[in-house]
């Protein structure tokens, strides 16, 4: 059974950093596309980011609103997926998800491209 | 930049058929495969249709997904509604390498 499992949310001021993680069991983690994605308060999904797996090429990608602040990371030792969140404002307060396809490209396995989602963490930036 | 629009809020009885729309702003929605995912109150999202009209295992075969080239848009239909579908729906798609989702709609089962 897929499991995601995000930890390392809380309250932190604003300007200051944040690392989440998130713990994956039930596939092959190292060939697993890695996704995070978000939500305000009240407010629908948002795309944060992505990450491939080592073997087509362990490239990452960001939006827009997080590219020079945010950083994807992976540890396919760990099985772990890290978000780190640096200079954090107001606005990036939300629920942090992350997503998982554990077949990129696979017809028989995949089931797209966040087919699996961890359960969320607040975080919160707040004075 | 590419967006996806879906009608704020829908509702239908119980037994009823409900189809959510996703309209694509430029190009083809077509180019890309579209996802859809499902979020109850207080939960994660979770997939209900993937590469336009899969479904995951354990998804009723209620849930359907389909592509209008003409419209540009994407669609998820609910047949056969239960109370238990009433809940947020998220279409998904790419604008290259970025990660696009729709606004979301409520499903009000009712």
């Known amino acids: 059974e897929v499991q995601l499992v995000e930890s390392g949310g809380g309250l932190v001021k604003p300007g200051g950093s944040l690392r989440l993680s998130c713990a994956a069991s039930g596939f092959t983690f190292s060939n697993a596309w890695m996704s995070w994605a978000r939500q305000a308060p009240g407010k629908g999904l948002e795309w944060v980011g992505r990450?491939?797996?080592?073997?087509?090429?362990?490239?990452?990608n960001h939006a827009a609103p997080v590219k020079d602040r945010f950083s994807i990371s992976r540890d396919d030792s760990r099985n772990t997926l890290y978000l780190q969140m640096n200079s954090l404002k107001i606005e990036d307060t939300a629920v942090y998800y992350c997503?998982?396809?554990?077949?990129?490209?696979?017809?028989?396995?995949?089931?797209?491209?966040?087919?699996?989602w961890g359960q969320g963490i607040l975080v919160t930036v707040s004075s | 930049n590419f967006m996806l629009t879906q009608p704020h809020s829908v509702s239908e009885s119980p037994g009823k058929t409900v189809t959510i729309s996703c309209t694509g702003s430029?190009?083809?929605?077509?180019?890309?495969?579209v996802q859809w995912y499902q979020q109850r109150p207080g939960s994660a999202p979770t997939t209900v249709i993937y590469d336009d009209n899969r479904r995951p295992s354990g998804v009723p075969d209620r849930f359907s997904g389909s592509i209008d080239s003409s419209s540009n848009s994407a669609s998820l239909t609910i047949s056969g509604l239960k109370t238990e579908d009433e809940a947020d729906y998220y279409c998904q798609s790419f604008d290259g390498n970025n990660v696009i989702f729709g606004g979301g709609t409520t499903l009000t089962v009712l």
């Open positions: 430029s190009g083809s929605i077509a180019s890309n495969f």
């Open positions: 997503a998982a396809d554990p077949a990129p490209g696979n017809y028989y396995d995949s089931q797209g491209p966040m087919g699996y």
């Open positions: 990450i491939k797996s080592k073997s087509d090429g362990g490239t990452t």
